[in-house]
Structure formats: C-alpha cells, structure tokens
C-alpha cells in the first residue's frame, strides 16, 4: 500500500515500528519504556488507536528519536538528520565495509522498489 493511501495514524504508528524495529526493541521493550501498555503499542503501531501527546513524547523519549522523524520524514531538514545518522554510522568502516554496506543497500533498496510496485 503506498504511504499516501494511509491514514496519518496508520503513517506514525509505522514510523514508530520502524524505528522500534531498527533500535532491535520488542513492542514490551517498548511498553515498557514509554510506560504505556503494550495493547496500546500495538494499536498505535497498526493505526488502530491515536494518541495523546503525552503518549507520544513518551514513545520519542523511550526509542530516542525526533518527533520530526515520525510526524514528517519528507521534510529536507529530517532527511538532513538521515544523512547524518548515516555519516555516522559509516566514519569507522573501512573500504571493504563501505563496499560491502552499498552493495546490501543497493540490493535492498532495489527489494523495497519491487515489492512497492506488486503491492
């Protein structure tokens, strides 16, 4: 389904397992965390429940990422704090690592653009 076709609440709560997903935290982790119940992380996650605020700072607190980066990643000055994440993570690979790293992201990227268009 492409991100245009979900709803703002379905948009977050994927942001939000996405970056659940890539800090390798369970949804309990999280739960627990935030202090918010794990039913309810669920619900957010799959676009079945909103939240308040307080929730939601909460969550930004416990996965340690700006509320930017979940409410809107399409702005340039997000993609900036990408980019840096990625300098990052890469200033202590060496030239093997780095090939090998855009070989996989290549490959991967390549993966989520077919599967983007058989959906």
Do not use: W
């Not at 809107?72 to 690592?97: H, T």
């Amino acid at each position: 389904m492409a991100e245009h076709d979900l709803s703002e609440n379905q948009l977050i709560g994927s942001r939000i397992r996405e970056a659940r997903l890539s800090r390798r935290m369970s949804q309990a982790d999280l739960a627990a965390k935030a202090n918010i119940s794990l039913p309810h992380i669920s619900n957010i996650e799959n676009g079945k429940a909103s939240m308040k605020l307080e929730s939601f700072i909460r969550i930004i607190e416990a996965l340690q990422v700006s509320a930017d980066s979940l409410l809107r990643p399409d702005v340039p000055e997000v993609r900036s704090l990408y980019q840096s994440e990625f300098d990052e993570l890469l200033a202590d690979c060496s030239p093997k690592e780095l090939d090998s790293i855009l070989k996989i992201v290549r490959e991967l990227k390549s993966t989520m653009a077919k599967r983007d268009n058989t959906i």
